[in-house]
């Protein structure tokens, strides 16, 4: 029997349980991949990471990152996560406030900084996305599943950053929120097209404590809805940008996701030229061991 460290983050907020968690198991050297799959479908988590021996030039860590039912090459909750439990454990330490992470996308590089208040934000740059706008016949069945109008003039996109979301703008955050998808049917369309699933997302009214809602759904991963989504909002972040809508809805702003299912995620996202930047605060919430056979 073999003892390994774990911690179970709760990721884009500094509250506990009104994020989302993501085990972290700190050190998984030895671990086969069907191993690493069974104890990602035993946490039954949206998603597990594995902390590995580095094996690529200039990274700080490696990880491998897996959901009940499969392995995902980028995520961006567990990596924010994985990154607050390797800083808590003293495991890395942030060279210039960035660190740089190897996993199944490449090399990702996160910030990390402290806010006047105290709190910690872990920032990551998104992979270099791409962007593809639906086909007429993909649009209107995204239409028919989401069953809600979407908003006018701007067509749903497929985004890449080594996960891939289907992209859908709302009219509205009351509209995010009164979506009933067909999941079954968004299920089909996505093991189809082999995507990860679809965010929507829609502008609050002025004023408000955060400019949009966000909502992300996989069903094709066994995942329903996730409570809050790193890799969902930057493809909606690229997305904005390559419909020309950065500048409207701001370079850098809030979003917050999770209210359908009883959570308060904040993440800021950052939209420049070059690169797109979303960042979160990250708690741990269970600091222990796994045992293995």
Known sequence: MKTVPLKTVDVFTSTPFKGNPVAVMLDAAGLSTAQMQQIANWTNLSETSFVLPVTALGADYHVRIFTPGGELPFAGHPTIGTAHALLEAGMVTARDGALVQQCAAGLVRLTVESAPDGAQWIAFDLPTPTCTALDA?????????????????????LVEVGARWVVAQLPSAEAVLECA???????AQDI????????????????AATHIEVRAFAPAHGINEDPVCGSGN?????????????????????????????RAGILKLSTGDKLIRVGGNAITCVDGTITLP
């Open 181 to 187: 998808p067909d999941f079954a049917r968004m299920k």
């Open 137 to 157: 016949g993909q649009a209107d069945e995204l239409h028919a599943i989401l069953n809600t109008p979407l908003a006018q003039g701007v067509s749903p996109h």
């Open 192 to 207: 189809k097209g082999r995507h990860t699933g679809v965010v929507i997302f829609g502008p609050h009214a002025a004023g």
């Open 234 to 262: 930057g493809s909606l972040a690229a997305y904005l940008r390559h419909t020309g809508q950065a500048d409207a809805f701001g370079r850098e702003f809030l979003a917050s996701q999770g209210a359908r299912v009883g």
